[in-house]
């Protein structure tokens, strides 16, 4: 059996022994992801999900543009939130996320945001951190206004979802103005 940590949120790092958890978390709320994830529909199986799992673990092990992690409340897995497009050139990256229907509406990526700006601009040594929601991601885009993201304006057709096009608000969180909201 896998032991999730016991803490309320927690980051876990990436393994393919939860492949079939990760998987049925998918499967179950596929309808609400699929919206604004365009990698849903490709995740068909617990293979498919093992196949990441193992992808994102190698990432981390080769220092890859992208950090990942599982998130666990409470010794359930939740979702996952990543930090991608990391330029070590210009010490940016983009943060990224999802939770399984049920975990929404309780706070719980706000926390795992949290821990994950301390990670990206602690350990990863980031100067900037974005997010680019749509602008119909009412969720998302509250996630990043409670964390203190600054908008910093809209992509045009940023987003190409489902043959469809939308556009997409930018925000940032730069090093500094992280230490001095923790
Ligand atoms: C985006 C997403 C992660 C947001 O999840 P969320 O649960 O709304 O976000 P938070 O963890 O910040 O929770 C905030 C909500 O929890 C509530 N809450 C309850 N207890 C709380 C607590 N102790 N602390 C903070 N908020 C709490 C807040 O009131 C808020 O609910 P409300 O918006 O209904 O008022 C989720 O909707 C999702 O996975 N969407 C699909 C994938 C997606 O769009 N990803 C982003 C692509 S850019």
């Known amino acids: 059996m896998i032991v999730i940590a016991q803490k309320r949120v927690a980051l876990l790092p990436p393994d393919v022994a939860y492949a ?12 609400t992801l699929r919206t604004w994830l365009p990698w849903v529909d490709a995740a068909r199986s617990a293979e498919d999900s093992r196949q990441f799992l193992a992808g994102v673990a190698e990432g981390a092990r080769s220092g890859s543009a992208c950090a990942s992690w599982l998130i666990g409340l409470d010794g359930e897995l939740a979702g ?5 497009g990391i330029s070590k050139l210009h010490r940016s990256g983009f943060l990224g996320y999802w939770l399984a229907d049920r ?3 309780r706070g719980v ?3 795992a945001a949290a821990q994950a700006l301390d990670a990206g601009f602690g350990a990863l040594e980031l100067n900037r951190i974005a997010i680019l929601a749509g602008v119909e991601n009412v969720r998302s885009r509250a996630v990043a206004e409670r964390l203190g993201f600054i908008r910093e304006g809209a992509q045009r057709e940023g987003l190409h979802l489902h043959g469809r096009y939308h556009d997409a608000c930018q925000y940032s969180m730069l090093a500094g103005e992280w230490r001095a909201r923790r």
């Open 20 to 31: 079939e958890r990760l998987f049925a978390l998918i499967d179950d709320s596929r309808e």
């Open 80 to 84: 996952c939130i990543d930090i991608h």
């Open 103 to 105: 975990f929404v509406g």
């Open 109 to 111: 990526m706000g926390e």
